[in-house]
T-cell receptor, first 112, second 112 residues
Framework: DAGITQSPRHKVTETGTPVTLRCHQT?????MYWYRQDPGHGLRLIHY???????DKGEVSDGYSVSRSKTEDFLLTLESATSSQTSVYFC???????????FGQGTRLTVV | AQSVTQLGSHVSVSEGALVLLRCNYS??????LFWYVQYPNQGLQLLLK??????LVKGINGFEAEFKKSETSFHLTKPSAHMSDAAEYFC??????????FGTGTRLTIIP
């Protein structure tokens, strides 16, 4: 993997609790992304960042927020987790918006 | 929104047989196109990419893909399947300021 670390790798949480997933990169790439992967849907973009404190929504952003206070860290927060947010979450990085992205190992989140 | 379509959510081939995974894109202007592979419990790994240079693109692990503008296709092939090729494969596109958009994936099974 291209210097991308996601934490935690697995998490089980209860409905209604807040959850924060962390992505850390050592590649100094400008763009960072959060995707969720669900059977039959492929990967869907939740939010992305194009620089420190610069973020924007993806196609499935409802119920999620993000923050990027440093180039290397991109946090995804579920303010109040719901069962529909049970998924595998992937962080990705890229040097430019329309180039290949490099992916982390994923975080498997279960909301019970 | 522009998209990619992967035909066949599951493909099975015998070991040693030709692998053909199909991907079609929608846009009048050819986008950048990518194939990724995902092994169980791992992130996505870039196999190859098309960025308007050669139409036949060679990737890792013996895979290649041919860009055909007349068919708006970017199918992935490998002459002889190995057991280690069993994985899920994703086609993706990007163009201009458009971020990577993924197909829904094709799960490849290799029959011994």
């Amino acid at each position: 993997d291209a210097g991308i670390t996601q934490s935690p790798r697995h998490k089980v949480t209860e409905t209604g609790t807040p959850v924060t997933l962390r992505c850390h990169q050592t590649e100094n790439h400008r763009y960072m992304y959060w995707y969720r992967q669900d059977p039959g849907h492929g990967l869907r973009l939740i939010h992305y960042s194009y620089g420190v404190k610069d973020t924007d929504k993806g196609e499935v952003s409802d119920g999620y927020s993000v923050s990027r206070s440093k180039t290397e860290d991109f946090l995804l927060t579920l303010e109040s987790a719901t069962s529909s947010q049970t998924s595998v979450y992937f962080c990705a990085i890229s040097q430019a918006v329309n180039t290949e992205a490099f992916f982390g190992q994923g975080t498997r989140l279960t909301v019970v | 929104a522009q998209s990619v379509t992967q035909l066949g959510s599951h493909v099975s081939v015998s070991e040693g047989a030709l692998v053909l995974l199909r991907c079609n894109y929608s846009s009048s202007v050819p986008p950048y196109l990518f194939w990724y592979v995902q092994y169980p419990n791992q992130g996505l790994q870039l196999l190859l990419k098309y960025t308007s240079a050669a139409t036949l693109v060679k990737g890792i692990n013996g895979f290649e893909a041919e860009f055909k503008k007349s068919e708006t296709s970017f199918h992935l092939t490998k002459p002889s399947a190995h057991m280690s090729d069993a994985a899920e494969y994703f086609c993706a596109r990007a163009q201009g300021n458009e971020k990577l958009t993924f197909g829904t994936g094709t799960r490849l099974t290799i029959i011994p």
